[in-house]
């Protein structure tokens, strides 16, 4: 009796011990997750916290985090300063067409890759995936004299047509298409059916998910891009939403009006906090459904 008595205390004992470590433990994971969230955050909140300051309070030499008087007409200067409606015209349009021909190009390219067969189809598949391990800024010379020879420099077309192709969205919507059945594909062409209706029919709308990733991300990289518009697109009528918050805010005696700036980035940077809120489980999904996890 009295062996079982110490066997229950040893157990309860130990009960004890585990749930004392278990809750240290759940205690630092989620300070550790604290800490790390303010870190990302702080940034953000600063950028709000800039916006609604006045230019002198903003250089004061202690900074305050919070604004003793809110300037929301900053907001007001900044869209009319950095005539921030064009820019976003310019942006969306170059957004959209550049998305849409991109779709075009990477359903084809992973419907080819991933169903059609033809000669050379790996070598060249892995020599464009070769070409993923390359930066991108090394293309940056020749693409420019390429668009500078067409002619194309401080237009639409320069800033759409050389990042139409992208070998990951290609990669991404292949491994897609790869998990579809091939025995859907051969009982289609049995029926006589066209690849490119085999494709609209049945391909597309099972990788949707991963369409649609393909699309948010392809519209926030358009949305984001600078060097690329900055290099060839300074004439002010095709200068992009990146572009105008460099160069808008800045007087002719050099000084920067940083709160009117930082409403500006506030106001371009909503929208991309917009799609990332009621968008991420489309992109999440998409992205594990191409069975690449991440």
């Given at each position: 009796?009295?062996?079982?008595?110490?066997k229950?205390?040893?157990?309860?004992?130990?009960?004890?011990?585990?749930?004392?470590?278990?809750?240290?433990?759940?205690?630092?994971?989620?300070?550790?997750?604290?800490?790390?969230?303010?870190?990302?955050?702080?940034?953000?909140?600063?950028?709000?916290?800039?916006?609604?300051k006045?230019?002198?309070?903003?250089?004061?030499?202690?900074p305050?985090?919070?604004?003793?008087?809110?300037?929301?007409?900053?907001?007001?200067?900044?869209?009319?300063?950095?005539?921030?409606?064009?820019?976003?015209?310019?942006?969306?349009?170059?957004?959209?067409?550049?998305?849409?021909?991109?779709?075009?190009?990477?359903?084809?390219?992973?419907?080819?890759?991933?169903?059609?067969?033809?000669?050379?189809?790996?070598?060249?598949?892995?020599?464009?995936?070769?070409?993923?391990?390359?930066?991108?800024?090394?293309?940056?010379?020749?693409?420019?004299?390429?668009?500078?020879?067409?002619?194309?420099?401080?237009?639409?077309?320069?800033?759409?047509?050389?990042?139409?192709?992208?070998?990951?969205?290609?990669?991404?919507?292949?491994?897609?298409?790869?998990?579809?059945?091939?025995?859907?594909?051969?009982?289609?062409?049995?029926?006589?059916?066209?690849?490119?209706?085999?494709?609209?029919?049945?391909?597309?709308?099972?990788?949707?998910?991963?369409?649609?990733?393909?699309?948010?991300?392809?519209m926030?990289?358009?949305?984001?891009?600078?060097?690329?518009?900055?290099?060839?697109?300074?004439?002010?009528?095709?200068?992009?939403?990146?572009?105008?918050?460099?160069?808008?805010?800045?007087?002719?005696?050099?000084?920067v009006?940083?709160?009117?700036?930082m409403?500006?980035?506030?106001?371009?940077?909503?929208?991309?906090?917009?799609?990332?809120?009621?968008?991420?489980?489309?992109?999440?999904?998409?992205?594990?459904?191409?069975?690449?996890?991440?």
């Open positions: 009796m009295a062996i079982d008595t110490m229950e205390r040893n157990m309860s004992d130990i009960k004890k011990s585990q749930r004392v470590v278990k809750t240290i433990v759940t205690i630092l994971v989620y300070t550790f997750l604290i800490l790390v969230a303010i870190s990302v955050l702080f940034p953000f909140y600063w950028m709000l916290n800039s916006s609604l006045s230019l002198e309070e903003y250089k004061l030499t202690v305050t985090f919070i604004p003793r008087s809110f300037q929301f007409t900053n907001y007001v200067d900044a869209f009319e300063t950095a005539n921030l409606g064009t820019l976003f015209i310019n942006t969306l349009f170059v957004g959209l067409v550049s998305t849409a021909l991109s779709l075009v190009i990477t359903v084809l390219a992973a419907f080819a890759f991933a169903r059609l067969e033809f000669k050379g189809k790996n070598v060249l598949f892995a020599g464009l995936l070769a070409t993923m391990m390359i930066p991108g800024e090394l293309f940056t010379i020749t693409n420019y004299q390429t668009v500078t020879h067409f002619g194309w420099l401080n237009s639409f077309t320069v800033l759409i047509i050389p990042m139409l192709v992208s070998v990951f969205y290609i990669y991404l919507l292949r491994q897609n298409f790869l998990q579809i059945p091939n025995e859907l594909y051969l009982a289609a062409k049995v029926d006589g059916t066209s690849d490119l209706k085999y494709l609209w029919k049945v391909m597309i709308p099972l990788a949707l998910p991963t369409l649609i990733s393909i699309t948010i991300l392809k926030m990289g358009s949305w984001n891009a600078y060097i690329w518009p900055r290099l060839v697109a300074n004439d002010g009528t095709h200068s992009l939403i990146t572009n105008g918050l460099r160069n808008s805010f800045t007087d002719t005696s050099g000084d009006n940083y709160p009117v700036q409403a500006a980035v506030a106001l371009v940077s909503l929208p991309l906090f917009l799609v990332f809120i009621f968008l991420r489980k489309y992109i999440m999904k998409g992205v594990s459904r191409s069975g690449i996890k991440g």
